[in-house]
C-alpha cells in the first residue's frame, strides 16, 4: 500500500511540508510574489490553468481555504468545481475513494482535498492516476501544507531570513495541522528557535522530536518571539477533559497586549483563522498594529496559485492519452 | 492409516528431542518414534529428507470471522489456511456475532471445522453473556462444550465489581481467563501507538499506560481471586515487566504476544500504511526489543498468529477508519523461525513458543511428539524461501504488511489426527 514516494510523486501532489526543503520552499514563495501582482491588476488572471478542471473537493467545512483555493484557481483561469462531500455521496454510504473514483471519471485534472482524517490526501493521491494532481487543504490533524507555506511567506515578508527568528506557535498543538506544517517548513528554512506554547494536555506526546521546544508557561514561551502564531481552539476535535474552561484557558494563554510585550517590540502576530476571539485572542490585538492576520487570507491567494501552477508544471506536456 | 515419516529432523520441544529419525503414525495417533511399532505396515511412507518434522501448531488467537463477517473469513477457509500453515489447533475468541456465548455455539463451531476437515477450533468462551460486560456467561456449560477458557475478546469490562465477580467465578470452575490488556478510556480514540510517529502523522495515539494501567488492574484482581489467567497480547517493554513480576510473585498468569509485535514499529507505519493498523498497536524499537528478550526468558509464554483477515476494501480507507489487524496464519510459521535466524531464541523455543507452551498454557494434550498422542505433525523446509501474496495464501484476508516479503521455511504437509489434511502442491 504505501510505498516512500518518488520525486515524481512529490512533484505531482502537495500533500505535505514535510518533504520539502528550505530551497523548495523558497522557490515556491518566490513564485508567489510574482503572482501578488496579478491581483492587483485589472484584469486579474492568468493562463496558466486555461482548460484544466479542478475539483475543490471538501469533507469538512471551509470558507477562507476553499475560496481562496477557489480564486487562485480562477486566476489561473483553470475550471473550478466546489463539492462539500459531507453533504452528498458519503452519507450516502460510498466509501472516500468511490466518491474521488467518479470525480476522476469525469475528467478531473487536480483535486484539491479537505477531510477530517489525517492521511485521506495521501490515500486518494495514491490511488489517482498519473496524470491526476492532488493538493491538500487539511486531513485531519496531519497537514495543511498550503496554509503552512502562506504564513511562512507572510512571515518572510515582513521579517526576512528565518535564520534569525524566534517563532512561538501557541495554543491547541495537538489538534492542529496547521501546527504541524508551519514546523515542518519552519525547521527546514532554518529558523532559528521554534517553539509551542500550550497546555501539556493539547501539546502532542514526543512534539519535541518535530524539533521545537515545548513551553507550558505563555511567560516565557513568548520572551523575545520575533513571530507569534496563534491557534484556535479546535472544540470541535476535542474529546474529553482537556482544558478546564474558555476562562481559564484565556487567563493562561490568551494573548493580550500585555503578554504581546514579552515578544519582541516588532513581533508579528499570525492566526490561521477562523479566530475565537476572547478565547485564544484578545481583539484589541488581533486588529492591533502588529497584527497580519488580515494579510496572511491576501497572501493565500498567492501561495495557492504559485502550488497550482508548480503542479501544472510538473504535468506540462503530459496529457491524457485518451 | 499407517503412515511413517522417514529421514526427517524430528523436533519434539516438549521432550527435548531432536534427531533425525523416523516417526511412525497409526490410528491417528503416533505409534512410534524411532522405531516402528511391532507388525507396522505403513500405507504410505513420507519421505522427509531435508525437512523438520515437529508437532502441528497451536495458535492462541485466531479470529475465522464466522458467525458474522463471513466475507473476512469463514470456519472453512480459515481452519483450512491455518493447516496450510502448519496451524493444527486454533484457539477463537469469542467476539463473533453472535457471540461464543452458549454451549451451543461453540459446539457448531468445533462440529463444523471437524466437518470440513480443517484445523480443530478450541474455542475461547464468553465471560459475560452477549460480552456485555455486565452478567456473567455460562462459563461451566462453555466449558463442557469444549471451551478452553472464557473472555471476552475484545469487549472491555469497566465494571471492576464485574471484572471480579467474573475472575472469583471462573476460578471457583478452574478455568482459564484470556484477557485482552487494554484500557477502554485511554485505547478507544487512538490509532496507533502514542508516540513520534503519531506526533507527526497527527493520528491519535494510544498510550503505553492504556496497556500496562489493565495489566495492573487485572492483576489486583487475579492475585486476590487466584484464578488462572491469560493476557492476549502485550505490546511493550513495561507490560513485559509487569507480567514478569507477578510470575515471580506466584500468580498465575501467562501471556503470549502476536508474532508481528515482535518485528514491527511505529515507524512501520511510515505514509498512513494501514497494513500496519494493529491492535494492540506496533510501539517503539526498544519495545519490541523488549519483547524478544522476554519471549526468549519465558516471561511471554507463547507467539500467536493474531490472525485477523479483512477483504480488502477494510484497508483502503484513510488510516484510522481502517480495520485493525493482519491475517497472520500463513505467516506464523516462517516468522517464528525467523527468531532462530536473528538469533533471538534456540530453534526449540522458537518452536516451543508455538507447539509445547501454549498447549501446557491451555492444560490440552497436544503440541508434542510423543508416543500415544494424536498424530498432530508439521513438516516443514526450512530452506525453502517463498513470497506470500493474497492471491498464494489460503486465508481469505487481503491484510498483511508481509505479503511480497520474502519469507524462509514453508510447510511440506501438515498431518491432522492422523490423516494428511495438507500437502503442498508441486514437486519436491
Known sequence: MAIEPDNAYHLRHFLTTEDLSGGAIGEILDTAESFISVGEREIKKVPLLRGKTIVNLFFEASTRTRTTFEIAGKRLSADIININTSVSSTQKGESLLDTVRNLEAMHTDLFVVRHPLSGAADLIARSVPKHVHVVNAGDGRHAHPTQGLLDMFTIRRYKGDFRRLTVAIVGDVLHSRVARSQIHALTALGTKEVRVVGPRSLLPAAVESLGVSAHTDMETGLAGADVVIMLRLQFERMSGALIPSAGEYFSLYGLTRERLARADKDAIVMHPGPMNRGLEIASDVADGPQSVILPQVTNGIAVRMAILARLAGASAGEGRTS | ?428
Open chain 2, 1 to 428: 492409516m499407517n503412515i511413517a515419516i522417514v529421514g526427517g529432523r524430528v523436533i519434539d520441544p516438549a521432550h527435548d528431542v531432536d534427531a533425525t529419525t523416523s516417526l511412525f503414525v497409526r490410528d491417528g495417533i503416533i505409534a512410534g518414534l524411532g522405531e516402528a511399532p511391532s507388525g507396522f505396515m505403513p500405507e504410505r511412507t513420507i519421505n522427509a529428507d531435508g525437512l523438520v518434522v515437529c508437532p502441528g501448531l497451536i495458535d492462541l488467537r485466531a479470529r475465522l470471522r464466522e458467525p458474522g463477517c463471513e466475507h473476512k473469513g469463514t470456519v472453512e477457509t480459515e481452519t483450512r489456511a491455518a493447516l496450510a500453515g502448519g496451524i493444527t489447533q486454533l484457539c477463537c475468541p469469542p467476539d463473533t456475532n453472535p457471540a461464543i456465548d452458549t454451549a451451543v455455539a461453540a459446539q457448531w463451531l468445533i462440529d463444523r471445522a471437524r466437518s470440513l476437515g480443517g484445523a480443530h477450533i478450541r474455542p475461547i468462551g464468553a465471560l459475560t453473556r452477549g460480552l456485555n460486560a455486565t452478567h456473567l456467561a455460562d462459563m461451566h456449560a462453555l466449558h463442557k462444550a469444549g471451551c478452553v477458557g472464557v473472555g471476552n475478546g475484545l469487549m472491555p469490562i469497566k465494571d471492576t465489581a464485574v471484572l471480579r465477580h467474573a475472575l472469583e467465578y471462573a476460578a471457583g470452575l478452574g478455568l482459564l481467563v484470556f484477557l485482552t490488556p487494554e484500557d477502554p478510556w485511554l485505547s478507544q480514540a487512538g490509532v496507533m501507538h502514542e508516540g513520534r510517529m503519531a506526533t507527526r502523522l497527527g493520528l491519535a495515539g494510544i498510550p503505553e499506560s492504556a496497556e500496562t494501567i489493565e495489566i495492573s488492574r487485572a492483576l489486583m484482581l487475579i492475585e486476590e481471586t487466584g484464578v488462572r489467567a491469560h493476557f492476549c497480547g502485550i505490546s511493550s517493554a513495561r507490560s513485559a515487566a509487569l507480567v514478569a513480576e507477578a510470575k515471580r510473585r506466584g500468580a498465575m498468569v501467562t501471556a503470549d504476544t502476536p508474532i508481528h509485535q515482535l518485528y514491527v514499529t511505529e515507524d512501520d507505519v511510515g505514509i498512513f500504511d494501514t497494513n500496519y493498523r494493529l491492535r494492540p498497536p506496533a510501539r517503539t524499537a526498544a519495545d519490541r526489543d523488549a519483547l524478544r528478550a522476554a519471549l526468549a526468558t519465558g516471561t511471554i509464554d507463547a507467539v500467536c498468529s493474531d490472525h485477523q483477515p479483512h477483504e480488502a476494501d477494510a484497508k483502503e480507507r484513510p488510516f484510522s477508519d481502517a480495520e485493525p489487524g493482519i491475517a497472520g496464519l500463513e505467516t506464523l510459521l516462517p516468522l517464528t523461525l525467523r527468531l532462530v535466524e536473528l538469533g533471538i531464541v534456540p530453534l526449540t523455543t522458537a518452536l516451543a513458543a508455538v507447539t509445547a507452551r501454549p498447549a501446557a498454557l491451555l492444560g490440552i494434550p497436544a503440541g508434542t511428539l510423543a508416543v500415544g498422542r494424536c498424530a498432530d505433525i508439521c513438516l516443514y523446509d526450512p530452506r525453502t524461501e517463498w513470497t506470500p501474496t493474497p492471491a498464494s495464501v489460503h486465508t481469505r484476508g487481503c491484510n498483511s504488511p508481509f505479503f511480497g516479503t520474502t519469507m524462509r521455511g514453508q510447510v511440506a504437509m501438515t498431518l491432522h489426527e492422523g490423516r494428511i489434511a495438507y500437502e503442498r502442491p508441486g514437486p519436491r
